[in-house]
């Protein structure tokens, strides 16, 4: 498995998905109504998953396994960005340690979150399926 090759695909992937759809995203007008299925939300989600099964083709696993372990490193990186950014922007905003310190905690119910498991979805299963098709595509015709 190309490990470098998968980390930075799937930050790119963390990246384009936070900044490129995010701002696609915006030009839907905004819902009224409250909550996680709106039509913001979830043309984020569909866009989101288009573009990381286009870098899952790119990364080119040749079967379920491999795709499956690019998704979970995209989900781990996308996870480990987040936290990163959090620290960072406190630290850079307020200039203190013990803010941090206060704010860390408060990674753990965005861990137990909705929007969390949605990010495991469009990572993980567009990586799968592109896995599962290559495998498909490589399998050799059964001899008669």
């Not at 372990?69 to 013990?98: D, E």
């Not at 860390?104 to 399926?129: H, K």
């Amino acid at each position: 498995m190309k490990l470098k090759s998968a980390l930075l695909i799937t930050f790119l992937g963390n990246y384009l998905t936070n900044t490129v759809v995010a701002a696609v995203v915006a030009l839907i007008p905004a819902s009224a109504a409250p909550g996680m299925l709106t039509p913001q939300y979830i043309a984020f989600v569909v866009l989101a998953a288009i573009v990381v099964g286009l870098l899952t083709m790119w990364y080119g696993p040749r079967d379920i396994r491999e795709g499956a372990i690019f998704g979970a490193i995209g989900f781990l990186v996308a996870l480990a960005v987040a936290f990163i950014s959090g620290i960072a922007g406190v630290l850079t905003q307020t200039g203190s340690l013990w803010q941090v310190a206060q704010v860390v905690p408060n990674f753990w119910p965005f861990l137990a979150s909705w929007s969390t498991l949605v990010l495991l979805g469009y990572w993980m299963i567009p990586a799968t399926f592109v896995g599962w098709w290559n495998s498909r595509k490589a399998a050799p015709a059964p001899m008669m």
